[in-house]
């Protein structure tokens, strides 16, 4: 069974950098593209960044310029930079990473960013 296990949320006050991970493991097979979305209270879920086994990566505008998305194929793990942070980055970031025809999400790591 897939399992995403994600780490390095936090709280950080604004200006500052988290950088967050996301390692899968158990039944991997031909990792598809890798990304992080995330959720503020009372909004819907949204896409921060991905990046393809190939490594091209895509972002939100919203972040650009200040997010860097990577990962690395031989870990499995897809990994989130994350600086000059906002107060409205805080919410929780979920990695979710695509195999074949199917997809799976980890279970979210907190990032509160203090003004």
């Known amino acids: 069974q897939v399992q995403l296990v994600e780490s390095g949320g936090g709280l950080v006050q604004a200006g500052g950098s988290l950088r967050l991970s996301c390692a899968a493991s158990?039944?991997?097979?031909?990792?598809?593209?890798m990304g992080w979305y995330r959720q503020a209270p009372g909004k819907q879920r949204e896409l921060v960044a991905d990046?393809?086994?190939?490594?091209?990566?895509n972002y939100a505008n919203s972040v650009k310029g200040r997010f860097t998305i990577s990962r690395d194929n031989a870990k499995n793990t897809v990994y989130l930079q994350m600086n000059s942070l906002k107060p409205e980055d805080t919410a929780v970031y979920y990695c979710?990473?695509?195999?074949?025809?199917?997809?799976?999400w980890g279970q979210g790591t907190q990032v509160t960013v203090s003004s």
């Open positions: 979710k990473v695509f195999m074949g025809p199917y997809n799976y």
């Open positions: 158990g039944g991997i097979f031909s990792i598809g593209v």
């Open positions: 990046i393809t086994s190939g490594g091209n990566s």
